[in-house]
């Protein structure tokens, strides 16, 4: 049976998967994002969106438990006038944010790399090797905002929701009530692109409806599709 192990422990993430009816894992890296951005300095919000679920990915799959096992890392940063936004963390960084954004609009860049740490040589239990493979890939989407009130920002603000997120927002929470559109894929902004994970995943020599959980379709069959 091909595993997959998501590197990330936001519920985000593991939610849209398991909606999407793939079965996978759950393995937390331990990667400081602040040490990964200082050694390789300053980059843009798209690459740097791609370096650090690079360093989630591949901290993950240097574990022993994803031995034999594909391993998705993602990462988010929100880049609005040109600044690239990470997780506000504080009241006052998001209030701040927020007030900016009302009214205006910002891209939301999702980064996603995926190791395949199968063993190249030998078959796994469907009689697949694997690839070997090593890749990443960008996923942005436009955020369009409505107008906030101070009111709102502060009620928005009070359910803790915004602290811990990419840009002081989310899509599939409270925060939508504050969206008016996105141009893009929208699983992109919630924190990882479905269709861009099967991307990966064929490149991977992997069919992502391998990972389904109605486990009712022949891997063999469909790596042949």
């Not at 209030?95 to 790399?113: A, C, N």
């Not at 603000?157 to 894929?185: H, M, N, W």
């Amino acid at each position: 049976m091909t595993r997959l192990i998501l590197a990330s422990q936001s519920p985000a993430r593991t939610k849209l998967l398991t909606d999407a009816g793939i079965r996978h894992e759950v393995l937390v890296s331990d990667v400081d994002e602040d040490a990964v951005q200082a050694r390789y300095g300053v980059t843009d919000p798209h690459d740097t969106a791609l370096l650090l679920a690079r360093a989630k990915a591949e901290a993950v799959a240097s574990l022993p438990e994803a031995d034999g096992a594909l391993v998705i890392g993602c990462d988010s940063v929100f880049e609005f006038d040109g600044e690239a936004h990470g997780k506000p963390y504080t009241a006052e960084v998001a209030k701040e944010r927020m007030l900016r954004m009302s009214g205006s609009k910002g891209v939301l860049h999702t980064g996603h790399w995926l190791v395949d740490c199968r063993d190249t040589e030998d078959t796994d239990e469907s009689g697949a090797a694997g690839s070997g493979a090593t890749l990443g890939h960008v996923t942005s989407a436009e955020v369009h905002f409505m107008e906030m009130s101070a009111e709102e920002i502060d009620a928005y603000i009070a359910t803790g929701e915004p602290l811990q997120c990419a840009g002081s927002f989310t899509i599939d929470g409270y925060g939508g009530a504050f969206i008016r559109k996105v141009d893009g894929d929208p699983h992109a902004v919630v924190g990882l692109s479905i269709s861009t994970l099967r991307g990966l995943l064929g490149q991977a020599r992997v069919g992502i409806t391998e990972l389904w959980t109605t486990g009712a379709a022949d891997p063999a069959l469909l790596r042949a599709e």
